[in-house]
């Protein structure tokens, strides 16, 4: 460019008289400023300031409108030199009314010298609500250099460079002033940083007026943003105005360095997008900030992949619950909320699933995990809005209930959870059956820390579980006493295998036909060193939760062989078999087959000999079931399902597992009218069982009138207090000896 303008002044200044030495002296420099404009962006500002000092010492005003014809050589070049410029250059007389518009003002501007002559000239460098406060600036003649925001004839706004010259003439008066100026750098680089995927702004804080890039068009959707500020501060996300305007306040103020903030914009289709806008604001010698300059920056798809992280960081991957962290914090709100707000209460339920570990060793991992998606799934449905499901870790779960009254709320959300937990699965072709046991505990003074309350929750849902599982209790400060206890449990639990402090009793099973026993059960106990005679409801669900149930049932199959085998040697038990339990981990132990063969062999017994009591609950893991169950029949082995009735399976299975027989669970029996509090179903079950040519054993049999009832609606045996209770081996031997046979009224001896 300088070239170009050197040969220009060569031309011109040449045409005619020279200049007058100091014309020469100013136009030199003026060249010589050109020569390192191109590498100096402060020297193209120099070029400004001597063009203004060149307008000021020209002897009249009028000679940049004299017709050509009338003017000199010089004044000539001076009309070239104010039409070629490269920047813009406007001259307004006393009453700021447009005399002159050079080529570069229309490129700027987009107004032509002829639309602006005579005219207003800040008509054509601002809106109106700004063109006031712009008249008292252009009165005042500051020369110095400033930085401005103008408006284009479009509307838009540009952030210029510029200087104002005073013009007086010959006398010295006052005649008018030169407006000179050049666009900012944030218009040169704005395609730059638009390359760059960010969008430009310029804020004129004296004017009011906000210059955009064209990115930022595409930042809002592709509406035309405004050049107020208004076209970026309003579409700001309500809950970030107060946080932007904090940042924005404290940086204009000198307090931040820079303006740095993360804000949701509004798109023209009502969506958000993240944006992040870093400024930098200038000041004038007193430190007052002028204008602010910076980007915005997308920052839509990092804050999506922060909030995904934080999301996955506080929720489990497999159930997308909240986790145990997360869980942990809302109980720690609900503290600080039941401070602030005198009477709210609050709940935890700690859920455990029942015999989980089971399925998952049984069925595979992959069972187990659609077990536990669709068991909260169920137990979403329990749940009030406000209240919260949360995965604790493996197979436990927590809940918060929000706002609870009394203990009875708390207790109507568990009823529900049993109610629908009561059901089987469907999973991969598998009918599972799988219950929870659960611990509540409610806010108090007492607790100050939310690890308190899940402590307690947790221990009354293990209080639960030693009650029998499928149910739930709530927490009272008597159980924190026992918690030691339940670990005293499972120690002494193990030191009673090696101690040999379990003992075995024995239940007859008779042929109601012929009134004579046809089997013997074998019962467990455990016979503590301090407590006495422990019966099994109180230690085998802990022992079964605990894995220990596997040794201990090894135990019982040695003992109660090896013990019948003894009667058998006497002449005591001919013709009899030795029912024995098989809980459903045993069941699922690889090696069950071979272990039972090693059993007979050293007990002198065969597989006939032996019938096997499982419980429905074992039939839950179907395949696996199904496989070893084929292989015990494979070997002789028979088979009973016993404590039919308590919900877990049907009369189905019978005949889908092959099984020989099938024992009425004995709470069929209690209560109600003398035959039991269900007689239509217990002849139902019989004659289904009769149908498919099962036999059927009553359990629970207590009064003549249930054993005439039993026998007359064609069920085979039974067992039952009426007989004789569990008794011990020598008892045992003893009853043997006489051989009973029990009719309707009492037992006969021979």
């Known amino acids: 460019m300088h070239p170009r303008l050197r040969r220009q002044l060569d031309r011109h200044l040449g045409a005619g008289e020279p200049p007058p030495g100091r014309i020469r002296n100013l136009l030199g420099e003026i060249d010589a400023e050109y020569a390192r404009a191109d590498r100096d962006g402060a020297s193209l500002r120099r070029v400004l300031e001597l063009a203004s000092d060149l307008l000021q010492r020209n002897d009249e ?24 410029a490269p920047f813009a250059a406007i001259c307004c007389d006393a009453d700021l009314r447009v005399i002159a518009w050079n080529p570069s003002a229309q490129r700027v501007l987009g107004w032509a010298s002829g639309e602006t002559r005579g005219r207003d000239v ?51 008066a006052p005649a008018g002033l030169a ?58 996300h309500p809950d970030d105005r107060e946080p932007l305007q904090t940042a924005l306040d404290a940086h204009l103020a000198g307090q931040a360095q820079r303006l740095d903030n993360e804000h949701r914009l509004r798109q023209s289709d009502g969506s958000w997008r993240w944006v992040l806008v870093r400024g930098q604001a200038q000041r004038d010698p007193q430190g007052r900030a002028m204008r602010v300059g910076g980007v915005f920056a997308d920052i839509t798809e990092q804050r999506q992949q922060q909030e995904r992280m934080l999301h ?28 602030r707000r005198e009477g709210y209460r609050f709940a935890v339920l700690f859920v455990d699933l029942d015999r989980f570990k089971a399925v998952n060793d049984g069925l595979g991992h992959q069972i187990g995990d659609e077990l536990l998606i669709q068991m909260c799934q169920r137990l979403q449905t329990c749940l009030r809005e406000g209240d919260t499901l949360a995965r604790h870790g493996g197979d436990e779960l927590t809940i918060l209930l929000d706002d609870v009254k009394t203990p009875k709320d708390a207790a109507v959300v568990a009823d529900r959870i049993h109610q629908v937990t009561s059901e089987a699965f469907e999973i991969g072709g598998h009918q599972i059956f799988c219950t929870v046991s659960i611990g509540i ?42 918690e030691p206890e339940l670990m005293q449990l499972e120690s002494d639990l193990r030191r009673a295998l090696l101690r040999e402090e379990f003992r075995l009793l024995y239940l007859p099973i008779v042929e109601v036909e012929t009134g004579r026993i046809e089997g013997l059960e074998a019962l467990l106990r455990w016979a503590h060193p301090e407590r006495g005679l422990v019966p099994p409801d109180e230690f085998l669900p802990f022992a079964e939760e605990t894995g220990l149930i596997v040794p201990i049932g090894q135990w019982v199959l040695g003992t109660a062989s090896r013990e019948f085998q003894s009667l058998r040697h006497a002449g005591r038990a001919e013709g009899m078999s030795l029912n024995v339990n098989l809980s ?32 429905e609950t074992a039939f839950q893991h179907s395949e696996q079931a199904a496989q070893r169950l084929g292989q015990l029949k494979a070997r002789g082995f028979r088979l009973y399902m016993d404590d039919f009735g308590t919900g877990y399976s049907s009369l189905n299975s019978l005949y889908r597992f092959q099984l020989d027989s099938l024992k009425i669970d004995r709470s069929l029996f209690r209560g109600g009218s003398p035959k039991g509090q269900a007689p239509e179903l217990v002849k139902t079950i019989v004659a289904f069982a009769k149908d498919l040519g099962k036999q059927v054993v009553a359990e629970g049999v207590e009064t003549a009138e249930q054993l005439r009832f039993i026998k007359e609606i064609g069920c085979g045996s039974a067992q039952g207090y009426f007989f004789t209770p569990p008794i011990d081996r020598l008892a045992l031997r003893a009853l043997l000896e006489t051989a009973p046979v029990w009719k309707e009224e009492t037992p006969q001896t021979h």
Not at 448 to 459: C, G, I, M, V, Y
């Open 61 to 84: 005003l009028a000679l940049l409108e004299r017709p050509a014809r009338r003017k000199g050589p010089i004044t000539r070049a001076l009309h070239r030199l104010f039409n070629q």
């Open 122 to 172: 800040t008509e054509f460098l601002a809106a109106e609500p700004e063109r006031a406060a712009l008249r008292v600036l252009l009165a005042s003649a500051e020369t110095g250099r400033s930085t401005r925001s103008l408006t284009n004839r479009d509307g838009r706004a540009i952030s210029c460079h510029w200087q104002i010259a005073p013009l007086r003439s010959r006398a010295g």
């Open 179 to 236: 407006l000179l100026f050049e666009e900012a750098a944030p218009d040169r680089f704005a395609s730059a940083v638009d390359a760059a995927g960010d969008a430009a702004f310029e804020w004129d804080m004296p004017g009011g007026r906000l210059w955009v890039s064209d990115r930022f068009r595409d930042l809002i959707g592709g509406e035309a943003p405004g050049s107020t500020p208004a076209a970026w501060l309003d579409r700001v």
């Open 312 to 339: 996955d960081a506080l929720h489990d991957p497999l159930t997308k619950l909240p986790n145990r962290s997360l869980f942990h914090d809302l109980v720690k709100r609900s503290f600080a909320r039941s401070r």
């Open 441 to 482: 505990a409610l806010s108090s003074a007492a607790y100050q820390k939310p690890e308190e309350l899940l402590r307690d929750a947790d221990t009354a849902m293990y209080r639960a579980k030693a009650q029998g599982r499928a149910r739930s209790v709530v927490f009272d400060a008597a159980m924190r006493e026992r």
């Open 584 to 615: 459903s981990k045993q069941l699922l132990q690889s090696d069950l087959v071979q272990q039972l063969e090693e059993v007979l062999r050293e007990a002198h017994l065969a597989p006939q000999d032996m019938v096997l009591e499982i419980t």
